[in-house]
């Protein structure tokens, strides 16, 4: 009797301890840190394809699990240069991630591929191009030419630094700042599905 009384304790402590453990990783997931994969080349070379990152998620308030709505620090405003993930506007089951380019009051133009910012020219220093081609005709033009647009207040200009393969503000508008869930801090993981191995190099870089 007593031995079976000590194995349902040493049982109930495990289940105790495995409930606390999935509370604090909820909590930190919620309010702290969260995981994410990059599926797409549009933040080359900051970010490669296969790239796993955390983000923090407090540096602009705090955003309610499950929605866009925040319920502290919802007048913070992201510094130009940030990475950023945000709900995506146009599908709030999608999460982007992209670099803060202009901000609430700004006005961003971008001629043959230059951005300006206030009409002085912008260049973050992490732009870059593939395609030496300027669009001058169609609806993609824009990718090389666009504005000038005024960022509305409470909204931000984004746009990813593979410049050319970037599907962005330029495209689709806007970012709410109550959108963007958090900032990119670190890489912890890198898997290259080309050469099928891992990227050990970039492991453990901080995100600029």
Do not use: C
């Amino acid at each position: 009797m007593e031995k079976r009384l000590k194995n349902k304790s040493a049982g109930r402590e495990w289940l105790d301890a495995l409930i606390v453990a999935f509370i604090l990783a909820m909590i930190i997931r919620a309010f702290l840190l969260q995981a994410y994969r990059i599926p797409s080349s549009s933040m080359e070379d900051t970010l490669l394809k296969g790239d796993h990152i955390l983000a923090t998620k407090y540096n602009y308030g705090m955003t309610i699990p499950f929605s866009t709505h925040k319920f502290w620090g919802a007048d913070k405003i992201p510094e130009r240069g940030d990475v950023v993930i945000f709900t995506f506007p146009l599908d709030h089951d999608k999460d982007f991630v992209k670099r803060v380019i202009g901000l609430p009051g700004e006005v961003v133009s971008i001629k043959n591929k230059i951005v300006y910012i206030n009409g002085e020219a912008f260049k973050s220093g992490y732009e870059k191009y593939t395609d030496p081609y300027i669009i001058t005709e169609g609806t993609g033009r824009i990718r090389d030419n666009l504005g000038p647009i005024k960022v509305k207040q409470r909204h931000v200009f984004v746009m990813g630094d593979n410049r050319d393969q970037s599907y962005d503000s330029r495209f689709w508008g806007q970012v709410p700042i109550e959108y963007i869930k958090g900032k990119v801090l670190i890489l912890y993981f890198s898997w290259d599905s080309k050469r099928h191995g891992v990227r050990f190099s970039r492991i453990g870089h901080l995100v600029r």
